[in-house]
């Protein structure tokens, strides 16, 4: 339970997938599995203007990132483990198509 944070200062402009996983997620770097590749982890690319869970990606609202930019990563969890995620893109928030900053809601079984 409780509030995290934390940013990413973009080195290039290219796809990439930045976001929170859970302690059941296993990356393979050959093969590409990576953060929103799976049901144990949440990601946005802002390349491609897309959110990402258990691998299909959700179109967002257009806002594109570039090198230099500065990615904010919002997790808040209550006691019960149920929690939202949202990101910001120097310091705006990244919206979804109906233009709600809460971009994933998980729960203590993900």
């Not at 944070?5 to 929170?20: A, D, F, R």
């Not at 393979?28 to 929103?36: D, P, R, S």
Request: charged share 25%; with cysteine; net charge negative.
């Amino acid at each position: 339970k409780g509030k995290w944070y934390y940013e990413v200062t973009l080195g290039t402009h290219g796809l990439m997938q930045i976001g929170w996983a859970s302690d059941k997620f296993v990356p393979k770097a050959v093969g590409g599995l990576g953060v929103g590749d799976d049901e144990h982890s949440w990601g946005v690319d802002l390349f491609r203007c897309q959110k990402w869970h258990a691998n299909q990606p959700v179109t967002l609202a257009p806002k594109r990132w570039a090198a230099g930019d500065v990615l904010g990563c919002k997790l808040n969890l209550n006691d019960q483990g149920v929690g939202v995620l949202s990101f910001t893109l120097n310091g705006e928030s990244v919206l979804d198509e109906e233009g709600s900053h809460i971009l994933f809601k998980i729960d203590s079984e993900d």
